[in-house]
């Protein structure tokens, strides 16, 4: 296990000392009123103790898998994976960012010091504060025995156990926050899951306590029922075991499929995300500022007659009820590739486009404006 603030330790503290304080406060009170208090004293404490295990909070604490297709491999990241990364460290303020990867130590160490802009996105992920990077190995074989051969399945497994071992929010490469996912973290739940265009549940982003049933129960039967296939072990597992544990009260939230993966892979949805509208008019957005105080209930009315009165472009997407967007490849990329598209540049995402440049245009303008990306 690694040392790292999360959100239990608090817990744990307040609790022996609202008992201390109460065993000093019944004690006063048995000395007044004699064996009569003793009743008093059970029901107290009684009370005392579901409320805090009833409430648990996710801590913030947020996950990404990067496994190298060779052992000695080179750890190659692109802007795009920044993107995810910096919009998770702006909305989220996670205590700490991991990134668990198979890569070599002198592999790391290469990357964060290294002057080749070929390296240029890995350096500054890697050095990005809060990013903690952690060994771990990716199995070979399911414990079924069939052999783990593809990167992507892997990174399955490595994803449902760190996120046991840890607690906190996993995210794929191409999950792009836009929110706060506080208000989430601390809902009650044990586990956070969303569901995706086909209502299975999306394995690319979700959240759970540290050592949380339903993680452990995923890991385990990953190794059950690993088939070799696409989404066998993670999407479809997934999908069924949160479907199960709904039945147990706090243990499992599913959001609709807005809430974490408005987009979906096939290419018209691809399409609408990336395509870029040459004769759109960039709008008046700006960066993202983390200083700004959370809106409250007093924005309200505010907020509903700007949307009421909002002149969104015939193509352009609405993301006010997502908290991330997963930007899914189109799967037909290579027999029928997307129009008014060719890739994530610096340039495509400031010149606002595509829905995609909207959406993570503030967290990038930010990290322009803070001098983290340099303008060459
Ligand atoms: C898992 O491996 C299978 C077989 O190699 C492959 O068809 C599938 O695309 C892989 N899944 C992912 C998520 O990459
Ligand atoms: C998921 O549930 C469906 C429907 O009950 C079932 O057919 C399928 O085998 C289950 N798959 C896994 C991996 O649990």
């Not at 506080?182 to 540290?210: H, T, W, Y």
Request: proline share 6%; charged share 20%.
């Amino acid at each position: 296990m690694w040392p790292f603030p999360h959100n239990f330790k608090p817990r744990r503290i307040v609790v022996p000392t609202i008992v201390f304080g109460l065993f000093v406060t019944l004690s006063f009170l048995w000395i007044k009123t004699g064996s009569n208090s003793s009743q008093a004293t059970t029901e107290l404490e009684i009370q005392s103790k579901p409320s805090s295990e009833r409430w648990p909070t996710i801590p913030n604490i947020v996950h990404y898998v990067q496994l190298l297709p060779e052992p000695q491999g080179k750890i190659q990241l692109e802007l795009k994976h920044f993107i995810s990364i910096y919009s998770a460290s702006l909305y989220l303020s996670p205590d700490a960012i991991y990134v668990h990867t198979d890569a070599t130590d002198a592999e790391v160490e290469r990357v964060k010091s290294s002057q080749d802009v070929s390296d240029k996105w890995a350096r500054l992920i890697l050095t990005l504060p809060k990013v903690v990077v952690n060994r771990v190995t990716a199995p070979d074989y399911a414990g079924n025995g069939v052999q783990i051969r593809n990167l992507e399945n892997k990174s399955d497994f490595v994803r449902a156990k760190v996120v046991y071992d840890f607690g906190g929010i996993y995210l794929d490469w191409d999950v792009h926050a836009l929110r706060d996912f506080k208000p989430l973290r601390e809902a009650g739940f044990a586990n956070i899951v969303g569901l995706q265009k086909d209502n299975l549940v999306n394995s690319g982003c979700f959240m759970a306590i540290k050592e949380s049933e339903m993680m452990r129960l995923w890991y385990e039967y990953e190794h059950v029922v690993y088939d070799g296939e696409w989404i066998t072990h993670a999407v479809i597992l997934l999908s069924n075991l949160s479907t199960t544990l709904v039945q147990i009260p706090y243990e499992v939230l599913i959001l609709d499929r807005y809430a974490l993966a408005p987009s979906g892979w096939e290419r018209d949805d691809a399409q609408e995300l990336f395509g870029s509208h040459y004769n759109a008019h960039a709008p008046p957005s700006a960066a993202a500022d983390p200083q700004r105080p959370p809106l409250t209930t007093a924005d309200a009315e505010r907020l509903w007659k700007a949307a009421r009165s909002s002149s969104r472009e015939e193509w352009e997407k609405d993301y006010s009820n997502s908290y991330a967007i997963h930007a899914f490849k189109n799967i037909e990329e290579a027999e029928n590739p997307l129009e008014n598209f060719d890739k994530i540049t610096l340039q495509y995402v400031l010149s606002r486009r595509s829905n995609f440049a909207r959406a993570v245009y503030p967290a990038v303008q930010h990290a322009v404006e803070s001098g983290i990306i340099p303008l060459d």
